[in-house]
């Protein structure tokens, strides 16, 4: 995927969520994966002619996993012109070593988000754009009805209340397997994830089935999504 098929898919997204506005100071959560890292590309073209003027950071958080190095990604955000700021922590080692959680994601994300809001203030930054693709959205919705039996998914845009900081979703529109094609023919220095749990989880398991239900039901991705847009659930209606 060309960088102009990426670019329109976020534009779109963007403008049918609203998701910026003049002013705005938007901080990237960088993992270190594609998706994040398609986005720094997408935004920083957005930037330079979106009628909404907008200024961008990039924040990684490291949970202090031997052997990910994070100097690729210094170095493509600094080709890409957008300041770029590494926290380091040690929630690998509380999480697994000191606690020996047993279903270990759920604190980790809350550790991590915790860690990524507080570099967001820190920096001014009134909102964070986050790198869900439209996989993620369809996964995430699935595992909401099987493993929780409610119809619902996280939103576009939600602003969080105690902190004062909005959260975007700009590659909400795009599909995984165009956001590889962009990793692949750009070379993305992608940082590969050293979390044991990493491969095991439960949305690698809906993934997985998600792929199956592929081979039997033509675009079953896309009517997935268009029932999320059109069931009502709370953030999904456009603007």
Not at 74 to 98: A, M, P, S
Not at 120 to 132: D, P, R, S, T
Not at 215 to 228: P, T, V
Request: proline share 3%.
């Amino acid at each position: 995927m060309k960088i102009q098929k990426l670019l329109s898919y976020v534009r779109c997204a963007v403008d049918d969520y609203n998701m910026i506005q003049d002013g705005d100071r938007i901080a990237i959560g960088v993992s270190g994966g594609k998706d994040s890292l398609a986005m720094i590309a997408a935004l920083k073209s957005l930037q330079r002619f979106y009628p909404a003027k907008f200024e961008l950071e990039a924040i990684s958080v490291s949970l202090g996993f031997e052997g990910m190095d994070f100097s690729p990604i210094q170095k493509y955000c600094d080709d890409w012109g957008v300041n770029y700021t590494l926290v380091n922590t040690d929630i690998g080692q509380i999480v697994f070593d000191e606690r020996g959680e047993k279903n270990p994601c759920s604190l980790c994300a809350k550790m991590r988000k915790g860690a990524l809001n507080e570099m967001v203030e820190k920096l001014g930054c009134n909102k964070i754009a986050l790198g869900h693709n439209r996989d993620d959205i369809v996964e995430t919705f699935l595992m909401a009805l099987f493993y929780e039996g409610r119809i619902g998914c996280f939103a576009p845009v939600t602003y969080l209340d105690r902190k004062k900081i909005t959260s975007i979703r700009p590659l909400a529109y795009v599909p995984e397997a165009d956001i590889i094609g962009f990793a692949n023919k750009y070379s993305l220095p992608v940082v590969k994830n050293k979390c044991p749990a990493d491969g095991n989880t439960t949305r690698e398991d809906v993934k997985n089935m998600v792929k199956e239900y592929r081979k039997k039901f033509d675009h079953f991705d896309s009517k997935i999504f268009g029932a999320i847009q059109r069931a009502d659930i709370n953030g999904w209606g456009k603007l």
